[in-house]
């Protein structure tokens, strides 16, 4: 088992500008939100320096530059380079959905058999979305997972719902709750959140993990393989974490700097072993050049600033798209991909991921008919074309045997086992509309990047300005600074 400890602190991020609602045809150019990373911190003098600027905008068809500033001086500039998810405005978990309405309601649908709509209820399926009670107010991220949810409310509380037999709900008990109840212990506000099988994790806006719930594969990552029904710090990641993904028994995150490090259950971690780790250990031959994290049920996926996909872990049924069904215990890239990809996810044994063209691709078991393709049976090792048609910007999520899409225009569609239509079909092998909602629009981001090594050396100031589009306003980071050292 490896000491993360060692391991050197990733960057941090700053926040400015606030997002309008979006916009119509003829408006002003809509507002634009933009955050400002630096990485190492501190640096060493002729040594390079990553400055990553995250520009986010509700309809996601960013354009344009960002200048790097140091005072009023130029230190360079980068232009936009794609795409990545925007926060959590949908998400599945084991037979159920859930998704934020346009006002900021938590509306969910399918199976509730342990309450993991949070209507209140047991009811047994519920086919069109009903809003979670207990809410204090609007929320703006939900992740669902297993057979609870949680909530990411406005003012950064965290509120979850559902089964608890693992303390996943983080209220202090193993009680399971049909409405919702805040999570105790988080220190300070929360960033964003992530859901797994039967453990949940949150990144504060200081960029610190914690996580709490099931962990007998070490998948909270605190030393431990003891079930915790309130918040834990992640060992080693107290800092720079820019996204995390969880499956059943294993846990990823990414670093600011473009790192992968995942913990928990052996043999899906891609550190090249089948040792499971209580603590984060580095995932190995990606490099720091990642953009997405992904988790499966048994497996992993990361996607690089190239728009390439890597997966690893179980392939049983080839969900890690490399065309075999061999167990890989470091990443391998998945074959026959068109284009740069915008976003991977990961379900029970298969993966999806949309394309730079606007087009789904997904891969692995078939069985349900969670590809996409129009069919149903064993799957495919290599992707084929999931029938969605050109999707802009969506959001795209996947859990045990469906996917469901969020289009910008605030429009579902779902495949796969099927938990949003009324009948005797189980399996749904070509996506269909979600009726009942009137959800939140998808949300896109663009990111562009400067590497510089001639900073001088004391302490530095950086500001990133996007310039720009015909649609989108400019807007200024707030300062990131660091310290250069000799």
Not at 12 to 22: I, Q, R, S, T, Y
Not at 161 to 173: A, E, K, P, S, V
Not at 284 to 307: D, P, Y
Not at 322 to 334: I, N
Request: aromatic share 6%; glycine share 16%.
């Amino acid at each position: 088992m490896r000491n993360f400890s060692q391991t050197r602190p990733l960057g941090a991020f700053a926040l400015a500008a606030v997002l309008a609602l979006p916009g119509v045809a003829g408006a002003e150019p809509m507002e634009t939100g933009i955050w400002l990373q630096a990485d190492p911190q501190p640096g060493t003098l002729g040594e390079p320096v990553t400055f990553t600027a995250t520009i986010r905008a509700a309809d996601g068809t960013l354009r344009g530059a960002v200048e790097f500033r140091e005072g009023d001086a130029v230190i360079g500039s980068a232009n936009l380079s794609g795409l990545e998810p925007g926060p959590e405005v949908l998400s599945v978990g084991h037979g159920f959905n859930c998704a934020l309405s346009a006002t900021g309601a938590v509306m969910c649908w399918g199976a509730n058999a342990r309450g993991q709509l949070g209507d209140g209820t047991h009811s047994n399926v519920r086919y069109t979305p009903a809003p979670v009670q207990g809410l204090p107010g609007p929320a703006r991220a939900v992740a669902a997972a297993g057979f609870s949810g949680c909530a990411l409310i406005q003012n950064g509380a965290v509120w979850c719902w559902g089964d608890n037999i693992y303390g996943q709900l983080g209220d202090g008990t193993n009680e399971d709750r049909l409405t919702a109840v805040p999570v105790q212990g988080l220190p300070g506000p929360v960033r964003s959140i992530a859901a797994g099988f039967h453990h949940n994790c949150a990144v504060t806006e200081g960029d610190a993990l914690w996580c709490w719930g099931g962990n007998g594969a070490g998948q909270l990552g605190d030393g431990t393989d003891t079930n915790r029904n309130n918040p834990v710090p992640v060992q080693g990641l107290q800092s720079g974490v820019r996204d995390v993904a969880l499956g059943s028994y294993h846990s990823c995150a990414l670093g600011w700097g473009g790192d992968a490090f995942c913990w928990g259950i052996g043999g899906r971690l891609g550190d090249g072993t089948t040792e499971g780790s209580l603590v984060p250990v580095p995932v190995q031959g990606l490099g720091r050049q990642n953009q997405a994290i992904a988790a499966g049920t048994e497996h992993s996926c990361a996607l690089n600033r190239r728009g390439h996909a890597f997966c690893w872990g179980n392939n049983w049924r080839g969900q890690l798209g490399d065309g075999s069904s061999t167990v890989r215990l470091t990443p391998v890239r998945v074959h026959g991909l068109p284009g740069r990809l915008m976003t991977i996810v990961g379900g029970h044994r298969h993966s999806c991921a949309i394309n730079r063209h606007q087009r789904t691709f997904c891969w692995g078991s078939n069985t349900y008919g969670q590809l996409g393709d129009g069919d149903t049976g064993y799957g495919s090792f290599i992707p084929v074309r999931a029938r969605t048609g050109r999707v802009p910007t969506g959001v795209l999520v996947a859990h045990y045997h469906h996917n469901c899409l969020l289009g910008r225009a605030g429009g579902i569609q779902c495949w796969g086992w099927n938990q949003f239509s009324k009948g005797p079909r189980v399996r749904i092998p070509l996506p269909e509309n979600v009726a009942g909602g009137n959800f939140a629009p998808a949300e896109g981001r663009g990111i562009a990047e400067l590497v510089t090594d001639e900073l001088p050396r004391g302490r530095r100031c950086v500001t990133a300005h996007y310039l720009g589009s015909d649609d989108h306003a400019p807007a200024d980071s707030g300062e990131r600074c660091l310290r250069i050292t000799p």
